[in-house]
């Protein structure tokens, strides 16, 4: 699985961002699919995760409530829609892909990632 993060950008404390995460291959609906996050000076940290089915999520105590984590298996893309951002949320935002069923916040977990995009948040 190939993965292609996008969607970053610059945006104000309080506003919103969308990150998208394409796939490639056909076994992307079968993957667990992770956010992860790293701030400069800082290790990388996870934020979501989403099972096969979506119907299972997980989230970092810092983002829950805010960040939103969905995925559409026909586009094999999955989202994290990110809302009342903070100055601390500003980091490169990477996605991730395990056929693991546990541990989804472990970096080790994962076995495919993509290239990270910035999100920054300006206050």
């Known amino acids: 699985v190939q993965l292609q993060a996008s969607g970053g950008g610059l945006v104000q404390v309080g506003g919103s961002l969308r990150l998208s995460c394409a796939a490639s291959g056909r076994t992307f609906s079968s993957y667990a699919m992770g956010w992860f996050r790293q701030a400069p000076g800082r290790e990388r940290e996870f934020v979501a995760a989403?099972?096969?089915?979506?119907?299972?999520?997980v989230y970092a105590d810092s983002v829950k409530g805010r960040f939103t984590i969905s995925r559409e298996n026909a586009k094999n893309t999955v989202y994290l829609q990110m809302d009342s951002l903070k100055p601390e949320d500003t980091a490169v935002y990477y996605c991730?892909?395990?056929?693991?069923?546990?541990?989804?916040?472990?970096?080790?977990?994962?076995?495919?990632w993509g290239q990270g995009t910035q999100v920054t948040v300006s206050s």
């Open positions: 989403i099972g096969w089915s979506g119907t299972r999520t």
């Open positions: 991730a892909g395990t056929s693991r069923t546990t541990a989804w916040g472990s970096f080790w977990t994962y076995d495919h």
